[in-house]
C-alpha cells in the first residue's frame, strides 16, 4: 500500500525540467483555474436565473387565478375569501413538511409506549391471579381461635406429599425404612442395638487374642544351601 501511495509523487516527468516547460504549464494552469471559475459563474447564474423565473410563473398563475376569478362574476368579498384560503392552504402544507418528520417521530414513540404498557399489563393480570390462588393462605381457620392457644404444646403440622426431588425409587424403600427405624428406635432410647454392637466387639476382641501366629523356624546356613541346590537342579 505504501508503494501504491507513492506512486504519485516517484513517477517522472513527462517533460524534461527546462524553464519553457515549467512556463507552459504556468500558463495551461491558470487558464484552467479561469475555466473553473467561470464555470462556477455560470452555475450560479443559471441557478438564479431558474429562481427568478419560477417566481414570475408563480406570479402570473396568481394573476390567471384571478382573472378567472373576476370572470366568473365573484365578488368581492368571495374573492378575498378565496385568497385567504389559498394561502392558508400553503402555509399549512408548508408547515407541515417542515414538521413532518418530529410528528412521525412523536407518534411512533407514543404507540410504541402505549404498546409496551398494554403488554405489560396483560402479563400482569394473570401472575397476580395465579399468586392470589396459589398464596392465599388463611391460617385462622386451622388454628382456630387464636387467643386460646397453649403456649407449652408444640405445634402439629400435617403430612404432605414430599417433592419429586425427595422421593425414592422401589429398589431404596427397604434400606431407607430399616434406616428410619434404627433412627426412630436409637431416639427413644432402645438400648438393644447398642447392647449388640458392643458384643459384638467384645467378641472380635476374644478371636483376636486367641489367635496365636506360628513362628516360621530360621534356617541355618547348610539348610539354606541345601534348597539352593535343589532349585537350580529344578531350573535345568
Excluded at 384560503?85 to 418528520?101: A, F, G, H, V, Y
Excluded at 386451622?142 to 403456649?151: F, H, M, P, R, V
Excluded at 425404612?177 to 438393644?192: C, E, F, L, Q, V
Excluded at 458392643?198 to 472380635?204: D, F, M, Q, S, V
Aim: hydrophobic share 30%; with cysteine.
Amino acid at each position: 500500500m505504501e508503494q501504491m501511495h507513492s506512486l504519485e509523487s516517484s513517477l517522472p516527468p513527462e517533460q524534461p525540467p527546462t524553464k519553457q516547460a515549467i512556463e507552459s504549464l504556468n500558463l495551461e494552469l491558470s487558464q484552467e483555474f479561469k475555466l473553473a471559475a467561470n464555470a462556477v459563474t455560470r452555475l450560479y447564474r443559471v441557478a438564479n436565473e431558474k429562481n427568478s423565473l419560477t417566481k414570475h410563473q408563480g406570479y402570473l398563475t396568481c394573476l390567471d387565478d384571478i382573472l378567472c376569478a373576476l370572470d366568473s362574476n365573484v365578488t368581492a368579498d368571495e374573492l378575498r375569501a378565496w385568497c385567504y384560503k389559498r394561502r392558508n392552504d400553503i402555509l399549512s402544507n408548508s408547515q407541515d413538511k417542515s414538521l413532518n418528520p418530529v410528528k412521525e417521530r412523536e407518534r411512533k414513540l407514543n404507540k410504541f409506549s402505549e404498546n409496551q404498557h398494554r403488554e405489560n399489563e396483560a402479563h400482569k393480570e394473570p401472575f397476580e391471579k395465579d399468586s392470589a390462588v396459589k398464596y392465599n393462605f388463611s391460617f385462622n381457620e386451622s388454628n382456630g381461635d387464636l387467643s386460646n392457644i397453649n403456649e407449652n404444646i408444640a405445634p402439629k403440622f400435617r403430612l404432605s406429599m414430599p417433592p419429586l426431588s425427595v422421593e425414592h425409587p422401589p429398589r431404596n424403600a427397604s434400606r431407607i425404612k430399616s434406616w428410619k427405624a434404627r433412627t426412630i428406635n436409637h431416639g427413644r432410647g432402645d438400648t438393644r442395638n447398642l447392647n449388640d454392637i458392643t458384643g459384638l466387639g467384645h467378641e472380635r476382641e476374644r478371636d483376636r487374642e486367641n489367635t496365636h501366629y506360628e513362628k516360621k523356624p530360621k534356617l541355618d546356613s547348610d539348610s539354606e544351601v541345601d534348597i539352593r541346590s535343589f532349585r537350580q537342579d529344578m531350573d535345568l
